[in-house]
């Protein structure tokens, strides 16, 4: 199992940015797919990106497709997410997780507690 440790959110104006981090343990890292999904309120969690393990391919949502960059430091066991273009509907708990393989449509096996971001408008 992977443990893992979001930081990063925050309040932020719409069309502002932020960067989340995650930080993973527990398994050799450059071994791990990484992905971001997130829950806003009164919905069900959502996929948001994901990046292979050496960090050449990525997959993102429609909805943060341009706006959004997911990437990793395998040397410091930690995958980002850059948000640009913040709208009042990526508010949410991002959560980043870890799986052997790509997941967009099932859920992922390792989670972090999450961190809240709120785009006021």
């Known amino acids: 199992q992977v443990q893992l440790a979001e930081s990063g959110g925050g309040l932020v104006q719409a069309g502002g940015s932020l960067r989340l981090s995650c930080a993973a343990s527990g398994r050799t890292f450059s071994n791990i797919v990484m992905g971001w999904f997130r829950q806003a309120p009164g919905k069900e969690q959502e996929f948001v990106a994901a990046i292979s393990r050496l960090g050449r391919n990525t997959y993102y949502a429609a909805s943060v497709k341009g706006r959004f960059a997911i990437s990793r430091d395998n040397a410091k066991n930690t995958v980002y997410l850059q948000m640009n273009s913040l709208k009042p509907e990526d508010t949410a708990v991002y959560y980043c997780?870890?799986?052997?393989?790509?997941?967009?449509?099932?859920?992922?096996?390792?989670w972090g507690k999450g961190t809240l971001v709120t785009v006021s408008s």
């Open positions: 997780t870890a799986d052997e393989i790509v997941k967009i449509s099932t859920r992922p096996r390792d």
